[in-house]
């Protein structure tokens, strides 16, 4: 394709671009109004929240145009235009001819079998005769929003889960084969998770699959997969309203399975027993932590760990994209990472893991990629993990950093998906990113974890004179100069870690400058799962740390069938931690004290290669 016709398909993009400045900040503004009136009163006692919300929401409304696809028709020559370049422009997206199967564990896991799978379709997606690319309704489009609301609320709505579980059943009831079917639509999680396809945007026929977990395509995958499986759902029964609910777990009420999900179509056999209602879930769970000694909290104790280790996760620890989104996956094996963002560790996988039976080979269905998606609760996860994001976008605005990358290679990444009219269509990360725009809400609740900053263990003044002991103490830590590992995580490893000097920068841009705590090189064992907590300055037993405490900085949590993933390419954690070495007032200190502290039974199948902090602009 030459490129000047290329320039041709910019003319609809410009035209479009200057209707949607000219009608957006109105129609937005409208749309905004009650919630925003709501969120804002939820914040009141967070004037910098507030402040940079109403900043962010100016900027996202001024930006919005670059993520409208008003280039329209053009878009397949457009995408063609970079597939035919080489280098830092290809976008990602699958190769819908190579779906393949694929294997769940493996084989050299002496207690575990190898599991095949197939979750391709009986014939090829390639083979549909026309893909369409997603068109994201115009704004001032007349259909109505759908309003999806918290699920363990919904328990008295009759009519609401007289239609959700006749939808279920009508889903449940069509041939297998079908794409609105249960079994196909539960395959999505499998074909696009455990690597049944490979790479359309890979150099050469190399076999790299494509993968959307642990990187900066787990949002805006997800986000197009409940919001196809709520339209179809709607479309089954002629309901254009209709919208899945979510599993408001960042909210004490909210936190056990809700008890629609306990009865009828939306029931699942394959269920950890103890962790069925009223058990509240346990944000910091991993599957054999008993076995390791630990005592489960009370109830009580165990929502405000939750809401404390949300607090870290949603608002400290996360503060720039590639925190909160994950790492930033290329093309090609060089570009292959893994490092899932703050909210994919936990409560992304730490939830389906503890929904998930332990007593089952893989922990099905929840704890388990390729049979997650099969449990109806399943949606209602992912759709509170898709509102998760929506919230982080809000309060991060106000640093005056962008709430999400503007890389073109993330924006043109892409999936695919049957609609409600069983049409597959090319989905784009472009059309993920503003919810509005594709005509869906969430009923507002309040968010507690915003106020469950924590306090420091001891006072600051005292934990620096322990750690000063400490220090002497050569037996005990490890010194400076081996924060290079590897380590096996059988217990814990206390690191010392020099701070870098921070980079130039200009006067009035410091606040804008991360620190960030990197733990790199993570492998787990095959066919395992894994968790370790991450803790800065730990000077209390580590047998009693929780995300309770402010030295508490993140998680790595590995699901079960996770494995392709964790092939070659980089593997890091990342969790901010500028706010946390200001509470502990360490923030003038030349070098900070870092515990990776194993939870469950897998720490020695877990292995770290180092720990060093860099700076994030
Ligand atoms: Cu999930």
């Not at 962790?275 to 769970?285: C, F, G, M, R, S």
Request: net charge negative; glycine share 6%; proline share 8%.
């Amino acid at each position: 394709m030459k490129p000047s016709s290329s320039v041709w398909c910019f003319v609809p993009f410009l035209v479009g671009l200057v209707l949607v400045l000219i009608l957006l900040p109105q129609g937005n503004q409208h749309q905004h109004h009650g919630r925003s009136n709501q969120i804002l009163s939820q914040l009141s006692s967070k004037a910098i929240l507030v402040e940079g919300w109403l900043r962010d929401k100016q900027s996202t409304t001024d930006a919005e145009p670059a993520s409208s696809s008003s280039s329209s028709s053009c878009s397949t020559e457009y995408y063609y235009y970079y597939m035919s370049g080489s280098g830092n422009g290809i976008p990602l997206g699958p190769n819908l001819s190579t779906c393949h199967p694929t294997s769940s564990q493996n084989a050299d896991t002496p207690h575990r079998s190898s599991h095949e799978l197939n979750c391709c379709p009986a014939l090829p997606d390639s083979r549909e005769p026309i893909i369409k690319d997603f068109q994201l309704p115009s704004p001032s489009s007349a259909s109505p929003v759908r309003i999806r609301r918290p699920a363990h609320r919904l328990a008295l709505d009759k009519e609401y889960l007289t239609k959700y579980n006749k939808a279920v059943a009508i889903m449940k009831r069509l041939p297998p084969d079908h794409p609105h079917s249960w079994h196909r639509q539960s395959q999505i999680h499998c074909i696009y998770c455990n690597g049944a396809y490979n790479q359309a945007s890979a150099d050469g026929a190399a076999d790299v699959p494509f993968m959307v977990h642990g990187s900066w395509l787990f949002f805006p995958f997800h986000r197009f997969y409940v919001y196809f499986h709520e339209r179809i759902l709607g479309k089954l029964i002629g309901d254009d309203t209709f919208a899945l609910p979510y599993w408001n777990y960042d909210s004490p009420d909210g936190m056990p399975i809700p008890d629609i999900y306990m009865k009828g179509e939306l029931h699942d056999e394959k269920r950890a027993t103890r962790h069925l209602p009223p058990a509240p879930v346990a944000i910091d769970y991993t599957p054999d932590k008993l076995d390791t000694g630990y005592v489960e909290p009370p109830a009580a104790e165990q929502a405000a760990i939750n809401l404390a280790l949300l607090y870290q996760h949603m608002v400290s620890g996360a503060l720039k994209p590639e925190l909160f989104m994950g790492c930033k996956l290329r093309p090609g094996e060089d570009g292959a990472c893994f490092g899932p963002g703050t909210v994919e560790a936990a409560p992304h996988n730490s939830v389906h893991l503890w929904v998930g039976n332990t007593d089952l080979p893989e922990y099905e269905d929840m704890g388990t990629i390729y049979a997650a998606a099969r449990d109806p609760v399943f949606y209602a996860h992912h759709t509170n993990i898709d509102r998760l994001w929506a919230l982080w976008r809000r309060l991060h605005g106000y640093r005056g950093a962008r709430p999400e990358f503007d890389d073109p290679q993330w924006l043109d990444s892409h999936f695919y998906f049957y609609d409600e009219n069983a049409d597959l269509v090319r989905v784009g990360v472009r059309d993920a990113i503003d919810m509005d725009r594709l005509g869906y809400a969430y009923e507002e609740v309040d968010l507690p974890w915003l106020d469950a900053r924590p306090k420091p263990s001891v006072a600051p003044e005292l934990a620096r004179s322990l750690l000063r002991a400490k220090e002497k103490d050569y037996d005990n830590m490890l010194r400076m100069a081996t924060n290079k590992g590897p380590w096996t995580l059988e217990g814990t490893v206390r690191v010392q870690v020099a701070r870098p000097p921070k980079s130039t920068i200009k006067a009035g841009q410091e606040e804008l400058e991360e620190e960030v705590l990197v733990v790199e090189g993570i492998s787990v064992e095959k066919g395992m799962h894994a968790k370790f907590d991450i803790y800065v300055n730990l000077v209390v037993d580590e047998t009693v740390a929780s995300p309770k405490l402010r030295e508490y900085a993140g998680c790595f949590v590995k699901m079960k069938g996770a494995d392709v993933a964790m092939k070659g390419g980089s593997r890091n954690m990342k969790v901010g931690i500028s706010e946390i070495l200001e509470d502990l007032e360490a923030g003038e200190d030349e070098s900070i004290w870092v515990s990776l502290v194993p939870r469950g039974a897998t720490g020695n199948a877990t292995r770290v290669d180092g720990i060093r902090i860099e700076y994030m602009q």
